[in-house]
């Protein structure tokens, strides 16, 4: 399937957001699948049509061969298809995963912090500065964005050209 | 934007719900999934709903940009203001027990999940709010023939 048109892969990739955002729920994850659902087919969607409205609708066909790009990415999804068989089964509580601080979190969340939802525990008290620097990575993320964008629209430019014509 | 009567009402009708869902996603957090970051997200969709229809003037009048560029910085230092807090009182760094009692260390641990999530909420919808002007900003306006 080929799809020349931007706006409709950009309607897909909400769709495969949300629909990914309801797997999490199925694998017991809520607070991924609300980020995902906000953040990925929210958002995202919407920065990505703002995105469309500067450019264009259509992509331009490609100058070069698609041999290379096809090989790329047939090599990686085998690598990660390979990687699979050495995950541990869904849901096993036997994995590393489990047995290393998840259970001192559930078992000292309740004595210590007090909050039902652990999640929130480890995210905000025991892993507080992991979390400060997700804070910063969105704060340099959006002063970047602005720095960037930010004092240059398109009527200024025009005037700042026809100046230039002059 | 004159005309699409049926979409500037249900909007206006939809931000009033979304805002309060997002400050219950904020302050809920505790009890149930959701957080300082999901909140931020859905309290800025509140705004940027407001932007697509009515028009960044609008949007612009509503939260100055100077307003939201401020909270991007305020809500990062409120977080990183109480590990800071906390380690004047003798604490570690983001040890929230420093802000209470030092015989109830779990009301402290509420009142930071509390101060830290509200700055991660602040500074995600700031943020949200700033890159969306930012995009909306450089592309010309839609005219309401275009529709």
Known sequence: MKLRNLFAVVMLSGVFSLLSAGLFVAMDAVDVAFTEAAVGAGISTVLMLGTLALTHQEEKPAQHSRALPFLVVFVTGAALLYGTADLPPFGSANTPVQQHVAPEYIERTPEEIDVPNIVTAVLASYRGYDTLGEVVVIFTAGIAVIVLLHGSSRPRRREEDEEAET | ?147
Do not use: C
């Open chain 2, 1 to 147: 934007m004159d005309h699409h009567f049926i979409l500037r009402v249900v909007a206006k009708m939809l931000m009033p719900p979304i805002m309060l869902y997002a400050l219950y996603v904020q302050f809920h957090g505790d009890f149930g999934p959701g957080g300082g970051f999901q909140a931020g997200v859905i309290f800025a969709v509140a705004f940027i709903l407001y932007g697509l229809v009515f028009g960044l003037d609008s949007l612009r009048r509503v939260v100055p940009p100077a307003i939201v560029r401020a909270g991007i910085a305020l809500g990062t230092l409120l977080y990183a203001g109480t590990g800071i807090y906390s380690f004047f009182k003798g604490k570690n760094y983001l040890d929230y027990s420093a802000l209470a009692d030092a015989d109830n260390p779990v009301a402290g641990q509420h009142l930071g999940i509390l101060l830290v999530e509200a700055g991660v909420g602040l500074t995600v919808a700031s943020v949200m709010i700033a890159v969306f002007v930012a995009f909306a900003a450089r592309a010309p306006e839609i005219k309401d023939t275009d529709w």
